[in-house]
């Protein structure tokens, strides 16, 4: 389905052309990339959110579950009122969302798309996708709202004012579109991971399916299985493990238990 949209790499060397020559901004003249990335052990892997998978009318359950979610976690989590703080700090752990994980690092996402050992037989694949080039499909009001704050992507605190809902978000008009936003730093993993997430202005869109009707919006790199040990081994010299993006003693283990591992 994205085969006009795939660069498939052969070697490291082809990887890193694949993921950084794009990075060039001639209006600063300095590499500032544009794109933001996904990693998925699997090329065959949508972008589906976790909120479409627990089955039908998953749409009408969204509210209930971010409302449950801030009666019961109100006590523990300083959040702010914000229901973009809330659904952040849900997506953060782990609650079905209409939120997508991003994250500004071309590495990070290698290490998520070889980070399981289980998975070394299939072809990974790292999405790419123009967050800046995004912002031209988004309303008027919403586009403001960027400028004025001098930005590329959303926080909480930009998008409250001007869309305060899910209702909000999708009344400024009728056709989707995907927006990115930055979550508070909720703890060391959001700022090690240069995380962020993308959501769409309606919970039945499916962002790989919107995409399609963009196409020059993304590419996918596709990492054949015959070298996901070499780029797993890379990232481990790099110092891009569990035991960084997950800091504390879980991220130490797993780490551990991966590089102790062999198959």
Same mark, same amino acid.
């Given at each position: 389905?994205?085969?006009g949209n795939d660069v498939v790499v052969n070697s490291w060397a082809e990887l890193?052309?694949? %993921?950084?020559?794009?990075?060039?901004?001639?209006?600063?003249?300095?590499?500032?990339?544009?794109?933001?990335?996904?990693?998925?052990?699997? &090329? /065959?892997? &949508?972008?589906?959110?976790?909120?479409?998978?627990?089955?039908?009318?998953?749409?009408?359950?969204?509210?209930? #579950?971010?409302?449950?979610?801030?009666?019961?976690?109100?006590?523990?989590?300083?959040?702010?009122?914000?229901?973009? &703080?809330?659904?952040?700090?849900?997506?953060h752990h782990g609650l079905p969302t209409r939120m997508l994980d991003w994250t500004?690092?071309?590495?990070?996402? #290698?290490?998520?798309?070889?980070?399981?050992?289980?998975?070394?037989?299939? /072809?990974?694949?790292?999405?790419?996708?123009?967050?800046?080039?995004?912002?031209?499909?988004?309303?008027?009001?919403?586009?403001?709202?960027?400028?004025?704050?001098?930005?590329?992507?959303?926080?909480?605190?930009?998008?409250?004012?001007?869309?305060?809902?899910?209702?909000?978000?999708?009344?400024?008009?009728?056709?989707?579109?995907?927006?990115?936003?930055?979550?508070?730093?909720?703890?060391?993993?959001?700022?090690?991971?240069?995380?962020?997430?993308?959501?769409?202005? /309606?919970?039945?869109?499916?962002?790989?399916?919107?995409? #399609?009707?963009?196409?020059?919006?993304?590419?996918?790199?596709?990492?054949?299985?015959?070298?996901?040990?070499?780029?797993?081994?890379? %990232?481990?010299?790099?110092?891009?493990?569990?035991?960084? #993006?997950?800091?504390?003693?879980?991220?130490?283990?797993?780490?551990?238990?991966?590089?102790?591992?062999?198959?």
């Open positions: 389905m994205h085969k890193q052309n694949a %993921l950084f020559d794009h990075s060039w901004d001639d209006k600063i003249e300095r590499f500032r990339s544009s794109f933001v990335y996904r990693g998925t052990h699997n &090329n /065959d892997f &949508n972008l589906k959110t976790s909120i479409m998978r627990i089955g039908s009318k998953y749409e009408q359950l969204e509210p209930h #579950l971010l409302r449950n979610f801030r009666k019961y976690a109100h006590t523990s989590a300083a959040s702010g009122n914000s229901v973009w &703080n809330w659904l952040a700090l849900a997506q500004y690092s071309p590495y990070v996402a #290698l290490h998520f798309a070889t980070e399981d050992l289980s998975t070394f037989e299939q /072809d990974g694949c790292v999405w790419c996708v123009n967050y800046v080039k995004s912002r031209d499909f988004l309303p008027s009001p919403l586009m403001k709202a960027l400028e004025e704050e001098g930005s590329n992507v959303f926080t909480p605190e930009v998008l409250e004012p001007v869309a305060p809902s899910f209702n909000a978000l999708k009344s400024f008009q009728e056709e989707e579109f995907v927006m990115f936003l930055e979550p508070p730093s909720l703890d060391a993993r959001i700022v090690h991971q240069y995380a962020l997430f993308s959501m769409m202005s /309606d919970v039945r869109t499916e962002l790989s399916q919107w995409l #399609l009707k963009h196409p020059d919006l993304y590419f996918r790199v596709i990492i054949p299985a015959k070298l996901k040990w070499e780029i797993r081994d890379k %990232l481990d010299q790099a110092n891009i493990t569990e035991r960084v #993006l997950f800091p504390g003693l879980s991220g130490l283990s797993q780490w551990l238990k991966r590089h102790y591992t062999h198959t």
